[in-house]
């Protein structure tokens, strides 16, 4: 048996009941009770825009909620029949990840205004119904001497048990039960969330309005496939896509749709009304293939202070689902770079006085040798276009070689794709001389570094070295020629010959000024 705890009567009878007076209007009905999208009677269709960030989060939703990862602002057109004067309209149901608190009904026709809104929401749990059920007739299931039994009437309490009105005239007072049912619903009870607005017509006849809110549930990210090209020299096709993933528990049917590279800071409201939304498995989701011939390219332009890509033909984002929707068309020859790294580690810690413990020289013993492909986004290497963020997936030919992540990249900026670690190529770093001369302030230290290349060629490695000890360096003396990368790295370029080896050695010295102190 079940005895339910009353702390509070969560939707009182007034709030569940429709606004006084009769609907002067009613929404034209959208294509399904579950999708927005075109609106044959007000020739308009919803606007959709996507912003980037929260792709990955939504991967583990597994029921849509308002205050869900992910963003995305909805324009809706609507057309109501309107009366002169005051009218009642509604829109349900709404979607569950609806920030309800944010949507904003918009007169589009002359001598409309607006008056008031309110959120209905639906029915969510056993004290939401039982609270709603206190005045009206009743069915309860329970258990007395062993024997089940039920007893109808008006429910005059709840709280610790039921307190019923019997049709006999008695009061019985129910402390435990099996299952309640209201009798006489009437529709008291919303099924559907809901807004319902208060809205003054100066003539009457149609018109039209536009519903606009944010919601969560909805997120997008870049897609892009690098494959470098065959023979001497270093050039790839490179095409990019974006991944528009809807786990918002509405599905958008032919919208106008904009996807926005760009996360505007946005509060995180915990106080959320949690409308109740369908279960969405993880693994349910469908990614659409590229349709042939390609369509249109997207617009893209600035939004503000981010980049925006505008459909130039409706699209459809089924709930559940991942549609693959390309960017920009594929560019055959972006000039690039191949390089083999050797970069032994650091904290990156900047210190505010020189670092005299000798064992502060960076990593040392085994470090392996890692693929890297970069090249400018400009237009000398074909590119110069805004590169929203998402996965680079990288082949040599038809042969995968790795991911790497790619942030916003502007037109200009330097792209960098570490790709994996090369299987023929090692390195082992030893440092092999540590010297403090405090009286003239300087720290000298030496280090070795020997590259193997299993391969039945020659390679060439760059070894980047941190010199993490104190900003004032300089290379005494090296092996092979060296440059400085930044304030705390210096570089070499080292060749390795087929199934050899090659050892890098080089000394530097770290020097501070006298009212410095180590």
Request: glycine content about 10%.
């Amino acid at each position: 048996m079940k005895q339910l705890s009353l702390l509070a009567l969560a939707v009182a009878l007034s709030a569940c009941s429709s606004p006084s007076g009769d609907p002067a209007g009613k929404a034209t009905p959208a294509a399904s009770p579950d999708a927005d999208g075109a609106d044959a009677h007000s020739g308009g269709a919803t606007r959709l825009t996507v912003y980037s960030g929260d792709y990955e989060s939504l991967a583990n939703v597994r029921s849509a909620s308002a205050g869900m990862p992910g963003y995305a602002l909805v324009e809706r057109p609507l057309r109501f029949d309107l009366k002169r004067g005051g009218n009642s309209l509604s829109d349900k149901p709404l979607p569950p990840s609806m920030d309800v608190e944010a949507a904003v009904l918009q007169p589009r026709s002359p001598g409309v205004s607006v008056v008031g809104q309110r959120y209905i929401a639906p029915v969510s749990g056993a004290q939401n119904v039982v609270g709603v059920a206190i005045g009206r007739k009743v069915s309860v299931e329970h258990t007395a001497g062993g024997a089940k039994q039920t007893d109808s009437g008006v429910l005059l309490a709840a709280g610790d048990g039921l307190t019923l009105a019997l049709d006999d005239g008695r009061v019985k007072v129910i402390r435990s039960y099996d299952s309640f049912s209201l009798v006489d619903n009437d529709n008291v009870l919303p099924r559907q969330s809901a807004l319902q607005w208060t809205v003054n017509a100066a003539q009457a006849g149609n018109a039209d309005f536009v519903l606009s809110y944010p919601m969560g549930g909805m997120a997008w990210r870049a897609e892009y496939r690098a494959t470098l090209a065959s023979g001497g020299g270093c050039k790839l096709a490179l095409d990019g896509a974006a991944l528009v993933a809807n786990r918002s528990g509405r599905a958008f049917n032919d919208v106008r749709l904009s996807l926005v590279a760009g996360e505007p800071n946005r509060t995180r409201n915990l106080d959320f009304v949690q409308v109740t939304g369908s279960r969405i498995q993880a693994d349910s989701y469908a990614v659409a293939a590229p349709a042939a011939p390609p369509p249109p390219m997207p617009l893209e332009r600035a939004a503000g202070e981010y980049h925006a890509y505008d459909l130039s033909q409706p699209a459809s984002l089924n709930n559940g689902g991942t549609e693959r929707i390309a960017l920009f068309p594929r560019n055959d020859a972006v000039a690039c770079e191949r390089i083999y790294s050797l970069e032994a580690s650091d904290n990156g810690w900047q210190p505010p006085t020189p670092l005299i413990d000798r064992d502060y020289g960076g990593q040392t013993g085994d470090i392996p040798v890692v693929s890297k492909v970069e090249f400018k986004n400009d237009k000398a290497s074909g590119l110069g276009l805004p590169l929203p963020a998402g996965r680079v997936r990288a082949f040599d030919g038809g042969d995968f070689l790795g991911e790497s992540q790619l942030q916003h990249t502007p037109s200009g900026a330097d792209i960098k794709l570490e790709l994996g670690k090369v299987f023929d190529l090692s390195g082992k770093r030893e440092a092999t001389a540590f010297q403090l001369d405090r009286t003239g302030r300087t720290i000298t230290e030496s280090f070795a570094i020997t590259v193997k290349n299993a391969k039945k060629n020659l390679a060439t490695v760059r070894v980047t070295e941190p010199l993490p000890r104190w900003t004032d360096w300089e290379i005494v003396s090296s092996s092979l020629p060296s440059k400085k990368k930044d304030a705390r790295h210096a570089q070499f370029e080292v060749p390795v010959p087929a199934e050899g080896e090659t050892k890098l050695t080089y000394t530097v010295r770290y020097r501070w000024p006298q009212d410095v102190k180590p």
